[in-house]
């Protein structure tokens, strides 16, 4: 994973809702496993559904699957949101993983933007 340069201006990762439900699954360092919901995703980290959130700090796997492929990678949960919400920042993304999530949000993005074109087309003005 890249980070970028002290020298230039960060840029935010571009975050995506899949249009379809995610599933994912996340692996403690105790063995422990745990189901979630992904609800948002970027190639730095996400938000995920939880029944109970993970304590700030817990180290993970994390593996879901978009429509471009399986994605697995180890991640560090964050500050809970709610109850329900975590967000979590992916520490390292496994073998060809980085490439196939961000051509699946880019894939997103198209999706959307060429449905707000054709709403736009077709609006009563």
Same mark, same amino acid.
């Given at each position: ?14 975050? %995506? *809702?899949? +249009? ?12 422990? =496993? /745990?189901?979630?919901? !992904? ?31 399986? %994605? *697995?990678? +180890? ?12 967000? =979590? /920042?992916?520490?390292? !993304? ?32």
């Amino acid at each position: 994973m890249t980070f970028p340069s002290p020298l230039q201006p960060a840029q935010r990762a571009p975050r %995506v *809702f899949f +249009a379809e439900t995610t599933p994912a699954v996340l692996r403690c360092s105790d063995g422990r =496993f /745990k189901r979630g919901k !992904l609800q948002v995703i970027s190639v730095t980290g996400g938000l995920l559904w939880l029944t109970a959130p993970l304590d700030q700090g817990t180290r993970v796997k994390l593996m879901f699957l978009t429509a471009k492929g399986t %994605v *697995f990678g +180890a991640a560090e949960m964050l500050s809970p949101m709610s109850w329900r919400f975590q967000p =979590f /920042k992916f520490l390292r !993304l496994y073998d060809d993983d980085e490439e196939r999530l961000r051509s699946a949000i880019q894939s997103s993005l198209e999706r959307s933007r060429s449905g707000y074109g054709m709403m736009e087309r077709f609006r009563a003005w």
